[in-house]
């Protein structure tokens, strides 16, 4: 077998946003009301898409919170997560070097539980917008992460893309939690789990674990699934 892709996830492995995404949870769970702590939401939600995991908060306190109203939630905490990305850049080190490097070797895209405001905001911010070949959203598929079908998106798209048919087996994910190497099983990709969120253990059904994205090459990558 020949790895001829590499699929990002967002959050937590290019950007460095998970933080900033608690603070926008908590933020607008507050005025509602309601306490998230950032334990809770590490170990409880941070593998849903926005709606997904306002959705399991209500569920948890035993509210019933209507379509609209989530929608509103979603909407309040999308600005708010604006605001909080302001003050800085939320690439994590190494990531701006390993896109540009897999994409030189071969076709690259993501595949998140962000929005696509979210991603498309932090990439051409950062100049990388056009090193993807697919970029797979949460408005994108009907559900999100740890089901397959961001995956499964993102894999037709970048087969659609390609001179050949592309199997996902012919494809990498790069995931930083258990929510997404399971959703990346799911669709069939080969896995390589980064200890940027959560500490190695936490990722043991990962093929490949690495601590770093400098560690991140081509070279690795086909020593370690070809």
């Given at each position: 077998?020949?790895?001829r892709?590499?699929?990002?996830?967002?959050?937590?492995?290019?950007?460095?946003?998970?933080?900033?995404?608690?603070?926008?949870?908590?933020?607008?769970?507050?005025?509602?009301?309601?306490?998230?702590?950032?334990?809770?939401?590490?170990?409880?939600?941070l593998?849903?898409?926005?709606?997904?995991?306002?959705?399991?908060?209500?569920?948890?306190?035993?509210?019933?919170?209507?379509?609209?109203?989530?929608?509103?939630?979603?909407?309040?905490?999308?600005?708010?997560?604006?605001?909080?990305?302001?003050?800085?850049?939320?690439?994590?080190?190494?990531?701006?070097?390993?896109?540009?490097?897999?994409?030189?070797?071969?076709?690259?895209?993501?595949?998140?539980?962000?929005?696509?405001?979210?991603?498309?905001?932090?990439?051409?911010r950062?100049?990388?917008?056009r090193?993807?070949?697919?970029?797979?959203?949460?408005?994108?598929?009907?559900?999100?992460?740890?089901?397959?079908?961001?995956?499964?998106?993102?894999?037709?798209?970048?087969?659609?893309?390609?001179?050949?048919?592309?199997?996902?087996?012919d494809?990498?994910?790069?995931?930083?939690?258990?929510?997404?190497?399971?959703?990346?099983?799911?669709?069939?990709?080969?896995?390589?789990?980064?200890?940027?969120?959560?500490?190695?253990?936490?990722?043991?059904?990962?093929?490949?674990?690495v601590?770093?994205?400098?560690?991140?090459?081509?070279?690795?990558?086909?020593?370690?699934?070809?």
């Amino acid at each position: 077998m020949t790895i001829r892709a590499v699929v990002f996830d967002f959050d937590g492995v290019i950007a460095n946003s998970e933080p900033l995404h608690y603070k926008g949870f908590r933020d607008v769970l507050a005025a509602e009301g309601i306490m998230l702590s950032e334990a809770d939401y590490y170990a409880r939600y941070l593998g849903f898409d926005d709606a997904g995991a306002f959705l399991a908060i209500a569920a948890d306190r035993g509210l019933s919170w209507s379509p609209a109203r989530i929608a509103g939630l979603v909407e309040r905490k999308a600005i708010r997560l604006e605001e909080l990305e302001r003050e800085a850049s939320v690439l994590f080190p190494g990531a701006r070097a390993a896109i540009e490097r897999l994409a030189r070797a071969c076709p690259v895209a993501i595949a998140s539980g962000a929005l696509r405001s979210e991603i498309l905001r932090v990439l051409e911010r950062e100049r990388l917008t056009r090193h993807f070949t697919a970029i797979v959203a949460a408005e994108d598929t009907p559900v999100s992460k740890p089901a397959p079908d961001p995956y499964l998106r993102a894999v037709h798209l970048l087969s659609a893309a390609s001179p050949g048919p592309l199997a996902a087996r012919d494809c990498v994910a790069i995931e930083d939690s258990h929510w997404g190497l399971r959703s990346a099983r799911g669709a069939g990709l080969r896995t390589v789990g980064i200890t940027h969120t959560y500490a190695a253990g936490a990722l043991e059904d990962a093929e490949l674990v690495v601590d770093h994205l400098d560690t991140l090459t081509w070279e690795r990558l086909t020593s370690a699934f070809n």
